[in-house]
């Protein structure tokens, strides 16, 4: 999983494989003109792609507000595992053992990855051997081998015995831990035996698809000009991560530092801006992977606002750049400026979470009540957000898989809305509880006690509900979506206090619950939300204790199903854990906004590469000017 807004990784690599990242929603504004969607909630369309092949040239491309990448190693802390240094620095130069998204659909592309198939599976199911297809080679002429694939696991495992934050990917007992054995029977095949059975496409999406070979003759060293070293032998691995590490640490030597020129990908790093984050790419004339990129340069610019990148979109400053939430409607000035522009959902979800083991007002004993979190649910009107704040250009969202783009885990209750918008129904959950409703008042327990018809474990006679609600001040209409559903909870009786702070600050002390010195400070946060992987399940997010569980949510049957879909071999393990999050509600679930980018219509290559963009992807390789 990775966050959404400095999307952060968690279990799993961005879209190669296993992943959620962290996004804050884009910008908004007052009700205006709806711009139109397609069933499938696209906006725009992508234009047929040309045969006419320009070669060479520099490509101009945004990178998100406030979103600079910070770290090149491809072992990524979790302080700085933003989805943009993914793509934007480490995938450019070194490629994942298995690539995706495939387009926009939430699946392995096999055409891109290292190996053509998914791995065999042993007949007691533990071991997994993957065939390499030979297809990559280093920058230095060198074949990508196994040695190489195992370096970045040794690697992986020092990195994290020093410090389990030195992968934002890492959850103690999973992968490297739960790898028993890695055997490599000639340079282009692989096998690794884990501790006991798990469910297959977990292993291969989030265990499996975190491996990002790394140049095991060019970087086992501890030193510029050191001996290479036995990175197999522990000690040696540690002394070889802390070198590598420190290198990625020396943002001012990207450039020149001669580590980051041996790569597999198809660019490699030319200049660095350490104060800005603004970097350029130059093709990898040694590629050997899918697509031999056309474009010569790449150019990444850097913007402290999302209006400064829009201004630069409409001035045609820019070739490829990214269309704020705000600014949806005035898609027109940029396709009569020559610019082509589409947008799509990502796989992913927007959320406010709530903080259960927040005591100020017994409010941890409110939110603790299913019923409670039913009723605030009730009251997040997703279809007058869509069209208020978004102008159309988002899809529902009502658990933690969205409406679109769809996947094959997705269960029935996150198509279609369990909890309607309702005034009525969600004053009715409350009134059946025990509560006397005062509309635009405050609401009180007027029945405490356990029963059915009563307020619930630990709330008092008298008892209200109210909180304090963290969101970032970052993208406008993060405000406008956490403003809506507070005025709805006033109607009910139920105040909100607003406080916004920064998506870093929110991240910091706002998201974690087990911190006695922030236990009293908030009821609720709301930072942006996450991306999934091919394989979404939530562990780690909504099991008890999980490393990304930022409000502290815990229940026993979830977990139970969560250890299921990592545990079980029941291909439908998947869609029960992510029926039961829909139904136990951890949060509020907003609408998931399309992410429309722009690019000039000059510019061409095939529409899984322009599809790539809105999943937080990008391969510039398969794209080439046209005149």
């Not at 290198?247 to 001669?258: C, E, G, I, M, N």
């Amino acid at each position: 999983m990775t966050m959404k807004n400095s999307r952060w990784l968690a279990a799993g690599a961005v879209f190669a494989s296993g992943a959620l990242a962290l996004s804050a929603c884009s910008s908004s504004g007052a009700s205006k003109p709806q711009v139109k969607v397609a069933a499938n909630y696209a906006f725009g369309s992508i234009p047929a792609q040309s045969n006419t092949v320009k070669e060479g040239g520099t490509l101009k491309i945004a990178q998100d507000a406030g979103q600079d990448p910070n770290n090149i190693l491809p072992i990524v802390t979790a302080a700085n595992s933003s989805v943009y240094d993914i793509n934007q620095f480490n995938q450019l130069s070194w490629r994942p053992l298995f690539w995706g998204p495939k387009g926009a659909v939430p699946t392995i592309d096999y055409s891109k990855s290292m190996t053509d198939a998914a791995p065999t599976v042993s007949a007691d199911g533990k071991t997994f051997t993957i065939k390499l297809n030979g297809k990559y080679t280093w920058s230095d002429g060198s074949p990508v081998t196994t040695a190489d694939v195992i370096f970045y696991v040794d690697e992986l495992k020092a990195a994290v015995k020093e410090n389990a934050a030195n992968s934002g990917n890492y959850t103690p007992g999973q992968f490297p831990d739960n790898v028993t054995n890695m055997t490599a029977t000639d340079a282009n095949t692989i096998s690794f035996t884990f501790d006991k059975v798990y469910n297959p496409t977990w292993v291969l999406d989030s265990e499996l698809g975190l491996i990002i070979p790394m140049p095991a003759k060019a970087w086992a060293k501890t030193s510029e000009n050191g001996a290479t070293l036995d990175y197999t032998n522990p000690a040696n691995a540690k002394a070889i991560y802390d070198f590598l590490a420190k290198q990625s640490a020396s943002l001012s030597t990207y450039q020149t530092d001669p580590l980051w020129q041996t790569v597999d990908g198809p660019f490699k790093i030319s200049y660095y801006n350490a104060s800005t984050g603004a970097a350029n790419f130059k093709a990898n004339t040694a590629y050997t992977g899918a697509s031999k990129p056309h474009i010569a340069e790449l150019d990444e610019l850097s913007y402290t606002s999302d209006d400064a990148e829009f201004n630069d979109l409409l001035a045609g400053n820019l070739d490829v750049g990214y269309v704020p939430s705000k600014d949806y409607t005035q898609t027109g000035k940029l396709i009569a400026k020559q610019y082509a522009v589409y947008g799509l959902p990502d796989f992913g979800f927007n959320y406010i979470y709530y903080n259960f083991k927040d005591t100020t007002d017994n409010f941890d004993k409110v939110i603790g009540q299913l019923y409670v979190r039913q009723a605030f649910a009730h009251l997040q009107d997703e279809d007058a957000e869509i069209k208020g704040i978004y102008h159309g250009a988002a899809a529902p969202a009502y658990g933690s898989v969205p409406v679109a783009p769809q996947s094959p885990y997705t269960p029935a209750n996150a198509l279609t809305n369990p909890f309607p918008f309702s005034v009525d129904a969600a004053t009715k959950l409350l009134k059946d509880h025990g509560w006397t409703v005062v509309p635009n008042g405050k609401t009180t327990c007027a029945s405490p006690g356990t029963g059915a018809n009563q307020c619930g474990a630990g709330i008092t006679a008298g008892q209200d509900i109210s909180f304090v609600l963290y969101y970032t001040s970052s993208k406008a209409a993060t405000t406008a979506l956490v403003t809506s559903w507070v005025g709805n909870l006033k109607k009910i009786g139920v105040n909100v206090t607003l406080k916004s702070d920064t998506f870093n600050n929110i991240i910091a002390n706002e998201s974690v619950p087990s911190s006695p010195k922030n236990n009293a400070n908030w009821g609720a946060g709301d930072f942006g939300g996450f991306t999934n992987g091919t394989y979404p399940s939530t562990d780690n997010l909504f099991n008890t204790g999980g490393s990304y569980n930022q409000g502290g949510f815990s229940d026993p049957a979830l977990d139970t199903l969560i250890n299921a879909s990592l545990n079980s071999t029941d291909p439908n393990a998947i869609q029960k854990e992510l029926a039961a999050v829909t139904a136990d509600q951890p949060g509020i679930f907003q609408p998931n906004e399309d992410r429309i980018y722009a690019w000039k219509t000059n510019i061409s290559g095939p529409a899984a590469s322009f599809e790539t963009l809105t999943q937080f992807g990008l391969n510039p390789e398969d794209w080439y000017f046209t005149k």
